[in-house]
């Protein structure tokens, strides 16, 4: 069973940066696309980003895309998801998420999703 379990949230000012992780259970982590999702109170989730199961492809909204980077270490299971500029329009929970094989296929391709962790971004 896939257990993803994320970190590194908080409370950040306007402009500030945070790294989000998410450590992944099992042994076939490096099999699969990875991929961030939020979702702000009221609002529906959003797609983030998403990265390869190399980490040769990268996706990105429009929303983050010059601002967010995707990354991940297949030697330890973990994603990480850099925010940098932060801006209060990106207060929200964010879920890492495992795509269903090797490629991302979209964001309805992340299937596994892990609890969350909370960014707040203040003015």
């Known amino acids: 069973q896939v257990q993803l379990v994320e970190s590194g949230g908080g409370l950040v000012q306007a402009g500030g940066s945070v790294r989000l992780s998410c450590a992944a259970s099992?042994?076939?982590?490096?099999?699969?696309?990875m991929g961030w999702i939020r979702q702000a109170p009221g609002k529906e989730r959003e797609f983030v980003a998403a990265?390869?199961?190399?980490?040769?492809?990268?996706y990105y909204a429009d929303s983050v895309k010059g601002r967010f980077t995707i990354s991940r270490d297949n030697a330890k299971n973990t994603v990480y998801l850099q925010m940098n500029s932060l801006r209060p329009e990106d207060t929200a929970a964010y879920y890492c998420?495992?795509?269903?094989?090797?490629?991302?296929?979209?964001?309805?391709?992340?299937?596994?999703w892990g609890q969350g962790t909370q960014v707040t971004v203040s003015t």
């Open positions: 099992g042994r076939l982590f490096s099999s699969y696309a």
């Open positions: 998420a495992r795509g269903g094989d090797r490629w991302f296929s979209g964001p309805d391709g992340l299937v596994f």
């Open positions: 990265i390869n199961w190399s980490g040769s492809s990268t």
